[in-house]
């Protein structure tokens, strides 16, 4: 594999392994993502059985996503425990903070830490990569806090590397498009209501259903604004296609839908902080 910063793939590969091996037995925050994927195979590659899973399920998290993680762990035998959270019991949650990740993060990896003490695990690590050290992330703060380790970070690995790696060890999620949280679609400041984030769920869905494979679907108020790639936008600009989304939207709840000309971008909520 080719270099990236003067470290081959092999070599960072082995230093995340070194990582994992000194913990001595780890639960793995499992999302389903492209990172936490790739971490929770090489545990279980390096620890065997002192490794597992904890994947926190709340409200915003889909029933796909979860099926997804289920399937994961049951086809690599690897142990899991699902800790239903809602975190609309969250203070400060629903009315959306700019810091609403810490304020969920905290909280979420509390209730993890309770599970993998009790599951006799040393650690928890988390999927982190280099790349994410670039955007404002205040979950960051909250992962600090609690002790959490990010070993894809402590190796140097980004996101292209992991899925170079994911590609070799045949995870199915290697060329997977990056999701976030439902939470992070809506504007700050706007209240979060299960309603909205079920009216998002469905409208991602239905663009996956059409064939998209990364995009967002931005909710303000009552109007969608819908992100994907720039070599997606004059598919989706389609006048059978957008008018079978905005049909689709309407009978969600949107009011109006919108296609961002900017195209899609991770974090596009965040372009507004500090204005």
Not at 24 to 52: H, I, P, R, W
Request: proline share 4%; net charge negative.
């Amino acid at each position: 594999m080719p270099a990236t910063d003067n470290i081959t793939l092999e070599e960072k590969y082995r230093k995340l392994q070194e990582i994992l091996r000194s913990l001595g037995s780890v639960a793995v925050a499992f999302s389903g993502g492209v990172d936490s994927t790739f971490l929770l195979k090489a545990a279980q590659e390096t620890l065997g059985d002192k490794a597992m899973a904890i994947t926190a399920c709340p409200c915003s998290f889909t029933d796909r996503e979860l099926k997804e993680t289920e399937d994961f762990c049951q086809e690599n035998h690897i142990r899991q425990e699902i800790c239903k959270i809602n975190e609309f019991d969250i203070p400060g949650f629903r009315q959306n903070p700019p810091d609403r990740c810490y304020i969920c993060k905290k909280a979420i990896f509390t209730k993890l830490w309770e599970a993998a003490k009790f599951h006799h695990m040393n650690m928890i690590v988390e999927g982190s990569n280099m790349d994410d050290l670039g955007d404002y992330r205040p979950g960051k703060r909250a992962i600090q806090e609690l002790g959490v380790r990010s070993p894809l970070q402590e190796a140097g690995l980004y996101k292209e590397e992991i899925r170079k790696l994911s590609k070799g060890m045949n995870l199915p999620t290697w060329n997977k498009p990056s999701f976030a949280c439902l939470a992070s679609r809506f504007v700050y400041g706007e209240t979060i209501t299960e309603e909205k984030l079920h009216m998002v769920d469905q409208a991602e869905q239905f663009l996956m259903d059409l064939g998209f494979h990364q995009f967002r679907v931005r909710i303000h108020g009552t109007m969608a604004r819908i992100e994907v790639p720039e070599e997606d936008i004059l598919k989706i600009a389609d006048n059978e296609t957008r008018t079978k989304i905005t049909e689709k939207f309407r009978t969600l709840g949107f009011s109006y839908v919108t296609l961002d000309l900017q195209g899609f971008r991770s974090g596009s909520m965040n372009e507004t902080l500090g204005k």
